[in-house]
Nanobody, 127 residues
């Protein structure tokens, strides 16, 4: 059982930068992918980045690639989402998720592929 706890959200202004953290716990994370999703009010949950735990491979979708970075620190058992130049449209609940990679590509953008989820952290960006 993998447990994920997000932190770092809050109320920010447009143009600010923010780093969200996801503390990971459990018996093992080897072979896992860690991902970030976000969900704005009235919208579908959106994939915004992933990292493979073992190799540290990262992927950020084109929609946010110029401003979002995902990374992990194995020594701290923590996954990060760095966001630069925040925009009001970044306002959402940000979720950390994880899944076993197996024989698939690590950076799945499908919500249903992820078995473990954190409770989310709210990010609100004012203009």
């Amino acid at each position: 059982q993998v447990q994920l706890v997000e932190s770092g959200g809050g109320l920010l202004q447009a143009g600010d930068s923010l780093r969200l953290s996801c503390a990971v716990s459990g018996p093992t994370f080897s072979g896992y992918a860690m991902a970030w999703f976000r969900q704005a009010p009235g919208k579908e949950r959106e994939f915004v980045g992933a990292v493979s735990w073992d190799a540290g491979l990262t992927y950020t979708p084109a929609s946010v690639r110029d401003r979002f970075d995902t990374d992990r620190d194995k020594a701290k058992n923590t996954v990060y989402l760095q966001i630069y130049s925040l925009k009001p449209e970044d306002t959402a609940i940000y979720y950390c998720a994880s899944r076993v990679i197996g024989m698939t590509y690590f950076a799945s953008d499908r919500r249903d592929d992820y078995k473990y989820w954190g409770q989310g952290t709210q990010v609100t960006v004012s203009s």
